[in-house]
Nanobody, 128 residues
Framework: QVQLVESGGGLVQAGGSLRLSCVAS???????????VGWFRQARGKEREYLAA????????YYSDSVKGRFTISRNSAENTVYLQMNSLKPEDTALYFC??????????????????WGRGTAVTVSS
């Protein structure tokens, strides 16, 4: 079992920044192998939206059009942590943000449909 815990959410004014963290842990993490991590969000009353992903080595990244140029994904593999730096935040970025992981099998990051584990989310509220 692998646990993912998100943190870093909060209330910020439009135009501001937040950095979200996703920390992986668990008794089987050492045997889980190399893994990709994706970030998603779900606003109230809307479907879950796929935002960004990073490959196991950190060399490959993917961004959706809605966040490209504003959000940056990175990872510190030594600390089993993936970050999502969010700049120029807008009220429409208000949502619950989740991270998810999957074993890395060389798949492209554009499709992150198949996942193994999810975190419980961290809430982001952007005021106008």
């Amino acid at each position: 079992q692998v646990q993912l815990v998100e943190s870093g959410g909060g209330l910020v004014q439009a135009g501001g920044s937040l950095r979200l963290s996703c920390v992986a842990s668990g008794p089987t993490l050492s045997t889980y192998g190399i893994y990709d991590v994706g970030w998603f969000r779900q606003a109230r009353g809307k479907e879950r939206e796929y935002l960004a992903a990073i490959g196991w080595s950190g060399a490959r990244t993917y961004y959706s059009d809605s966040v490209k140029g504003r959000f940056t994904i990175s990872r510190n593999s030594a600390e089993n942590t993936v970050y999502l730096q969010m700049n120029s935040l807008k009220p429409e970025d208000t949502a619950l943000y989740f991270c998810a992981c999957r074993r890395a099998h060389g798949m492209g990051l554009q499709d992150f449909t198949l996942t193994d584990y999810w975190g419980r989310g961290t809430a982001v509220t952007v005021s106008s």
